[in-house]
């Protein structure tokens, strides 16, 4: 997919990973319409994208992920706004184990309400123009981690319900394409000093015996930039036959594909 010109809705794209995927995107000569639930840094990166990028070519709409009619009416806001959307990346996220409904409805259902919203608001069988989805997951999301299953399993459920839309037979009249990007450690706020050997002491409701875990494993696999994950990102997005593609990003072995490697290019 060539970007220029093109729309997308991006959760969770007030800060982190987020904001810089719509960054991406903008400099891309694309269209972004951000949502996120904490307006107050919403309207920040909207203020600063405005001024780089232009105030017609990017939006941002509060919204609560796990609320339907909250995260329809950003479908609805961007289309009205922009015209058209080709582009929803399911990026809003939550890493804690304190609270396990809310993990997974942010995580999981989250997503699996912003794919089934893309595909009605995208698809050529609802008037739209075809499209890709990108959802995110993690490297948590491919192997057990002991000291985070709650995290782990809301993870696991978007890389598993990702592949298996992407096998609809419908797909190709729809014009429609699904793919999951697994990135491990990422310099973000979501992974801070609490998680480093600087930090005081665990996050709260992690033992130190788990937070030794996660320290062996950060210093076996390493912590990506946002620049790394960005590349494996946008690799997703500009490929045109990778569909069901499920692509991770580590420090220690880069981009790589993990499931639906496309044929048309090599990492």
């Keep these: 997919m060539k970007l220029k010109g093109k729309v997308a809705l991006i959760s969770g794209g007030a800060r982190g990973l987020g904001r810089a995927y719509a960054e991406a995107i903008l400099k891309a000569s694309g269209k972004v319409c951000l949502c996120d639930i904490d307006s107050e840094e919403g309207f920040r990166t909207l203020n600063?994208?405005?001024?780089?990028?232009?105030?017609?070519?990017?939006?941002?709409?509060?919204?609560?992920?796990?609320?339907?009619?909250?995260?329809?009416?950003?479908?609805?806001?961007a289309k009205r706004k922009f015209g058209a959307l080709d582009i929803v990346v399911n990026n809003a996220g939550l890493l804690t184990e304190d609270n396990v409904r809310k993990t997974m409805m942010v995580n999981s259902i989250g997503v699996i309400e912003g794919t089934q919203l893309a595909t009605h608001y995208l698809s050529k069988e609802s008037g739209g123009q075809?499209?890709?989805?990108?959802?995110?997951?993690?490297?948590?999301?491919?192997?057990?981690?002991?000291?985070?299953?709650?995290?782990?399993?809301?993870?696991?459920?978007?890389?598993?319900?990702?592949?298996?839309?992407?096998?609809?037979?419908?797909?190709k009249e729809r014009g429609m394409r699904y793919t999951c990007l697994c990135p491990a450690f990422t310099d973000?706020?979501?992974?801070?000093?609490?998680?480093?050997?600087?930090?005081?002491?665990?996050?709260?409701?992690?033992?130190?015996?788990?937070?030794?875990?996660?320290?062996?494993l950060i210093e076996a696999t390493g912590v990506n930039?946002?620049?790394?994950?960005?590349?494996?990102?946008?690799?997703?997005?500009?490929?045109?036959?990778?569909?069901?593609?499920?692509?991770?990003?580590?420090?220690?072995?880069g981009v790589q594909y993990r499931h639906g490697k496309p044929l048309s290019h090599k990492l």
């Excluded at 989805?133 to 459920?157: D, E, H």
């Excluded at 997703?236 to 420090?251: H, P, R, S, Y």
């Design 188 to 216: 973000t706020t979501m992974f801070d000093k609490k998680w480093s050997d600087e930090g005081e002491g665990p996050p709260p409701g992690v033992s130190e015996e788990e937070k030794k875990g996660a320290l062996h």
């Design 225 to 253: 930039t946002v620049e790394e994950v960005v590349k494996g990102f946008m690799l997703l997005l500009e490929v045109d036959d990778n569909n069901g593609a499920v692509m991770t990003v580590t420090k220690k072995h």
């Design 130 to 171: 075809g499209g890709v989805v990108v959802n995110i997951s993690s490297t948590a999301g491919l192997t057990p981690v002991f000291y985070m299953p709650i995290y782990v399993a809301s993870k696991y459920s978007i890389v598993g319900y990702t592949r298996s839309v992407a096998q609809n037979p419908a797909n």
């Design 48 to 77: 600063k994208f405005q001024k780089t990028f232009g105030n017609d070519n990017v939006m941002f709409v509060k919204c609560d992920v796990t609320d339907h009619n909250s995260f329809e009416n950003v479908f609805k806001q």
